[in-house]
């Protein structure tokens, strides 16, 4: 049989096992329904203080570095999984791609389009380089061509050919002998819990906001008015383990990476005061603990989930909870408030599902074999990585997905 | 005085875009006259294949020993230059970089400045390309064999896993037999994993296994070799014998003991921990004596945790389900207390509601630790600041008839001996491997030598089952076909210079360095980091290619050209 693999998601758990299984003389073909690979890490920042408090976050860029010198892989970004059959020789696959018009391969960064661009700004450029998204695209709201079909220039200068403004949306078919399903998660919506008035008040965002947020500007300030906020909260277990919302699972890596948070916003700003509400703070991994204990030193830990969040009249956050050593209902002010969002089952978990014939658990992730069969459905030569199988950080999500290759090596060996 | 170079400086100008920002017209008459640069070109892109391919014919053509490629620092730049390296047969190695696209052309605005800047840097990068050697790779042979040393799940999935992937797979083991932890567990892990069936079922297939071999009663007294060929020298039963293994996992376990400081009273009958409870289950005689019967009327049957520092997933995962188990079984009065309930596992929060509704009491305190008193019949445990209720903090007397310790999971005494003998770093705590993220979790700063499971921390069993099978996919990659890929001479001891100091012996973090009358360095072990090259007192180290002469000629040509 061929020995080809495709891979469905871009994140890190995607990423590692195609960079795997290519390096292991198989064919990959990846497929990134987003125009950019990487998935949720891409917006994470370096939670380093003085020293680097392991985060993991570089790695998950690393990866995506030796990804463009991988041999045998093919690369769909902006593209879906159309149909999927099992037949003779494995899975006939279609994968529909959506026009990006510049073909990323291709494109050198000259900047020669940008520059020749008549419009003001150019309707075509590179994102600026904090952004998730680093090839060139085009602004089709602006671009005189899909106004007008008035201009071609940029695809008339550019050096590479790399510009196709005719592009249609294209389809693809291909064989592959099996499949590792590594589609990720999806933080969980804030504004289902509308007591905590996130949409509503600018000053509550959640925990991937913050995290954008650092990455891009580097230091903190308050949506409402730049200022930098001198009372911080965050809010832990948000959407999980809360059978009010359906989430009857602890997410796993939001204590981790709130502390993370936490300690980076104390080291930039030693001044601001950092307030924690947790039920229970799940330490686990190698030296967290040690650094949990460092955490208590600096921020403030109370064990409530706050039960409401106002604005008052001086654009102040109220925060309500319970104080239980006092035994009574306290009203605190903050700056901003963060919610440490939880992570829930991928958008396209159930289509996925349906189309690969698969299941989901009772948490509404991908269904695995058995609790010790992690990689492995109940589908033949269909493999699970990464958080789509459930909650794990990065260097989880890694080990997992060199998991998923190694099973489907074995799959791809035995046919 | 080395013979001379035949340079090639190719000058791309990114699609005629770098017109506007530098004069290459003049960039190509200077390169021209540069030292040994013996052809020069512009080209429109390098980055494209058709271009990469025509700088490979001239090399080809032109017969070129060194080639800078002047442009821009492309993300593929190490893709760009072994695709030219393989068409032409040059060495990767002689094929540098100038970036004078991001450097110069979109760093100044005037052109003749961004011009000037430009000739400094080809001038450099040719005075380095002039002294640069090839760097060669070179196949060993390797051992397609592994040891791995503890023949716990973890130890003996990994075996399985190689094994089944073609690799031989030698278990050491210090008890007399296999097993490990999981031996004497007896609470079912979920709804279908029971811990005794699955560790009897897997030592009965490594032990059919033909491509398995199992020594118990073995300890390793010494490592030497290298990844592909290792030496280890072992201990079984007092006899000593020589293995070679082409790369070395340590899946070597955790130990558990009661912290008896914590709790500032001794393990008695009705003071248990949960390693005596889980052998009690195990069998049925004794947990009748225990439990059964009318035991637990009215009686407090008590699991506490967070007592000797922090939870774990581990030890909360045993006091939910055991005691979900007893009380579908036995009429105890069940309590929990905990710190943090630490459900962060596949099932555990569900578990944890499950015990709720079961009518057990899970009770939390906080800063303030319960005190016991001990009595005979009974122990008294004091609650306080109780999050049970809206009232003021308070303080509540609980007595316990049975209590069940959490132990605290601790790194095996000798782990600082096994340590030393892989050339591998341990945590502050004494478990195997320091964290690092740029590490991959498994690997070490000893290339070849590698840790899975609970011995670098401890973790739930599904986890240990997923590092199992990454592990033995890491090694398989690197062993494959039975050879191993190393750089030939790319750190360099100078025998006459070297006097022995053996201080980069001390400061390799790699563990790369042995001595023999000189320093030796191991290449498959050297990383190429240059720690040793930077810190020997008496400059008897060089990289390749980054020694201090090329380094010097770099700068220095670049200043002349000031
Ligand atoms: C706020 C926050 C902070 C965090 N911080 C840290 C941290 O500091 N350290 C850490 O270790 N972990 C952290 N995590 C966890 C970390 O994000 C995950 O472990 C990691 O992103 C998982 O990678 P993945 O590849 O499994 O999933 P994802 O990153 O979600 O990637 C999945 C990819 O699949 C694509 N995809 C989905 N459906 C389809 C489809 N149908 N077809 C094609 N492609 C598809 C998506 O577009 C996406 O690119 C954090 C999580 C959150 C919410
Ligand atoms: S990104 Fe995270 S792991 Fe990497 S250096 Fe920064 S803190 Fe450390
Ligand atoms: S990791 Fe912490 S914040 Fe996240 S769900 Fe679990 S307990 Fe709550
Ligand atoms: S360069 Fe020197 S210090 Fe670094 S790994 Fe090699 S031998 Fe060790």
Redo the contacts with the bound molecule.
Sequence with gaps: MDKSVLVIGGGVAGITAALKLANSGVRVVLVEKSPELGGAVVS??????E?????????A?QKMEELWSAPNLSLFTSSAIGKVARGEGGFHITVTRKPTYVDDNKCVRCKLCTEKCPTKPSSIFLPPPHSPLQSYVIDTDRCLYFQSKKCKLCQEVCPAEAINLSQKAGEENFQVGALVVASGFSPFDSSRKKRYGYGVYPDVITALELEEQLRIEGKLSRPSDGSQPKQVAFIQCFGSRDAHVGNNYCSRVCCTYTM?LANLLKFKHPDSSITIFYMDIQTFGKEFEQFYQQCRQKIQFIRDMPSLIQQDGDNQLLITYQDRKEGKVEQSNFDLAVLSVGLCPGEDTEKLVELLGLQTNEHGFFKSLSPLQTNETEAEGIFLAGTCQGPRDISESVAHSLGAAEKALAYLGAE | MAEEKRIGLFLCNCGGSLNAHLDLKRLKEYSQGLLQVVYVEELRTFCLPEDSQRIASIIKKENLSGVVLAGCPHRNSESIASAIARESNLNQHLITFAPIREHCAWAYPQRETATLKAEKMLASAVARNILLHPLEEEELPAEKSVLIIGGGIGGIQTALELSRMGFGAIILEKKPHLGGLMKGTAAPFDSVTQPLELISSRIETATKDPGIDILTSSELIKLEGEPGRFQAHIKQKGKKKTITAGAIVAAAGYLVSFPKESYGFPLSERVITQSQLSAILADEKKTQALLGGDKGKGKNLIFILGMGGESTPLTTAFALKVSSLIKEKYNWNIFIIYNNIKVAGEGLEALFRQCRSQGIILLRYDESRPGFTVSKEKIDIRLSGLLTSLEKEEEVTLPGHLMVVEERIEPEPDFENLAQLLGINVDPQGFLQKDN??LFPIATNKAGVFVMGSCHHPMLLPFIMEEAAATALHIAEQLSEGKIRVFKERAMVDKGKCTLCLTCIRLCPHNAIFYDRAAVISEALCQGCGVCASECPAEAIEIRNYTTHQLMAEIGVSRKAS
């Design positions: 994470y920042c370096c939670k380093a203080t020293q680097c408090n392991k985060c993991s976050v570089c790695v860029n993370r | 993220p740029h």
